[in-house]
T-cell receptor, first 112, second 113 residues
Framework: NAGVTQTPKFRILKIGQSMTLQCTQD?????MYWYRQDPGMGLKLIYY???????DKGEVPNGYNVSRSTTEDFPLRLELAAPSQTSVYFC???????????FGSGTQLSVL | AQSVAQPEDQVNVAEGNPLTVKCTYS??????LFWYVQYPNRGLQFLLK??????LVKGSYGFEAEFNKSQTSFHLKKPSALVSDSALYFC???????????FGTGTRLTIIP
């Protein structure tokens, strides 16, 4: 059982470049989330989705976009990369709002 | 707005001693409360949750947490620490009716052999 799969694991971008972080889950979960983790700051919610076709902003959405065309996939798009987006990004999913989150292994992104 | 605080960045405990990692929360209504653990270069793993019912919640790896509504706390505890418990621990809260889960800043637990 794969759970939540994130790709790539590592990426270095130049300022102004764009990229998509991929996230897919095979548990038929409706709820999916993107978090970023900065040292000493915990996890900050970027975007979330409660089902296919439905997305909403979290605490730190600026500079990011998401889509949810299927239940399985929840890609995160960075359009114009900035050094402030250097972070570790985690995708997570859950079956319901009171259920535990399953996390992917993370993407370490550096913007130089 | 919901929030959660972990007042200690670092907790050091001798192996075999009891451990406590503190968490306090703020919500307008009733909370869902969670503890997660993160090992180096890994995603977060679920430890335990409080939804309703018994205030003492038991979870994975011998951990437990006590929900205290009057003190708005949800401290994580273990009777006897193991070196393998060394990791980064996160408390999280979701207010009922809110789809967002808010995490604390994390507490680094180090168990000293």
């Amino acid at each position: 059982n794969a759970g939540v799969t994130q790709t790539p694991k590592f990426r270095i971008l130049k300022i102004g470049q764009s990229m998509t972080l991929q996230c897919t889950q095979d548990m038929n979960h409706n709820y999916m989330y993107w978090y970023r983790q900065d040292p000493g700051m915990g996890l900050k919610l970027i975007y979330y989705s409660v089902g296919a076709g439905i997305t909403d902003k979290g605490e730190v959405p600026n500079g990011y976009n998401v889509s949810r065309s299927t239940t399985e996939d929840f890609p995160l798009r960075l359009e114009l990369a900035a050094p402030s987006q250097t972070s570790v990004y985690f995708c997570a999913s859950s079956g319901a709002s009171n259920e535990k989150l399953f996390f992917g292994s993370g993407t370490q992104l550096s913007v130089l | 707005a919901q929030s959660v605080a972990q007042p200690e960045d670092q907790v050091n405990v001798a192996e075999g001693n009891p451990l406590t990692v503190k968490c306090t929360y703020s919500v307008s209504g009733n909370p869902y409360l969670f503890w997660y653990v993160q090992y180096p270069n890994r995603g977060l793993q679920f430890l335990l949750k409080y939804i309703t019912g018994d205030n003492l919640v038991k979870g994975s790896y011998g951990f437990e947490a006590e929900f205290n509504k009057s003190q708005t706390s949800f401290h994580l505890k273990k009777p006897s620490a193991l070196v393998s418990d060394s990791a980064l621990y996160f408390c999280a809260v979701r207010e009922r009716g809110n789809e967002k889960l808010t995490f604390g800043t994390g507490t680094r637990l180090t168990i000293i052999p």
